[in-house]
């Protein structure tokens, strides 16, 4: 089957090769064509370049032909951080943090992660399925078309197994590009509380070995963080996961700085994620190493807390992209259209740098830009089609606005 995709105002985010990803230093420099056309054949994208020198269509069997109508066309969004596999909402947690309590403290008394965990357990594997696949078709509908998905909400070897095994459906069943990971070290739960170490064995001897046996993660990943992991306990979990072929990617300084940020680079991390919290130690280490950095705006926004200082990061030259961290505690959205225009008026990048770190950026922190965050001649055809608008900046600036007005992924129409 071919598609053919005529009248594009502009093409956004176009032939940039075999680049894996953009280094801060061009970040924000994008690629545009005007007034363009896109050929798709099967699942990938077969030519692209400006209607003059279009050569129209010799044979039309099988052939589709979709006009963009002024349109422009971006790669899909490669959102690299989310949690969107879980049972229940907490939006009474939200009332309480209105109230004046903090998420620490919320979290001390049982709610937070471990209340999620809590519904988790109740809930049957079909069930689950079916309400992430919900919201993960809700995502797409934003853009989004690759994305990394945790456990964490498990706190056990049955429920981690759960989740993992619904995102193993998910990826069976849907057109979208979705990569695992196991974050089984999210939080001590209730029945290992002032016994954390035996928690961190379960992990060690249980969990990692029984998810691996069943082939059900990509990555694993630890919330390094005060009264939850620290560094030790961090590097003895990222250890045992390469072991057993799991590459590191972590959260890691979201509210203080442990020193988390280098255990995950000594450990060839392939991210780290949140920080929130940064000190220049965290810089020097971060801009002598190939891990990349994850800014996830949307929950400082919903957690009123203070943004990474993604400029920063970008003076020292240090890779970033940009995730939506979709889940129920701390950002109850996976909007990668609303988190660009955060990662506008919030980090104060520009709509160049947010698209970059929001495609091929993001499908580094997920190994897939090979195939996926750019629009180049031999990757996955998964893009979108927008309304007619004046700018490509449009997107960021017109926020809670849906612009999207066809989505193609995997040379399909979704
Ligand atoms: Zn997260």
Redesign the pocket.
Known sequence: MKMIIKNISKIVQVGIGDKKFIESKNLDKINTIDDGYIEIEGSKIKDYGSMKNWKGISDWNNTEIIDAEGGCVFPSFCDS?S?LVFSEPRHKEFVLRIKGHSYEEIAKQGGGILNSADSLEKISENELYEISLKRLNNVIKYGTGAIEI?SGYGLSLSSEMKILRVIKRLKKNTEVKIKSTLLAAHAIPKKYFGKKQDYVKLILEKIIPAVCDENLADYIDVFCEKNYFDTYDTDKILKCGIKYGLKPKI?VNQFNSLGGIETAIKNNAISV??LEVINDQDIDNLKNSNTIATL?PS?SFFLNMPYAKAKKLISNNIKINIAS?Y?PGSSPSGNMNFVSSLACIKLKLTPNQVINATTINGAHAMEISDNYGSIDIGKKANIFITKRISSYDYLHYSFTENIIKSIILNGKIV
């Open positions: 951080h949690h945790k959260h994620d949140h996830l929950c961290d889940n």
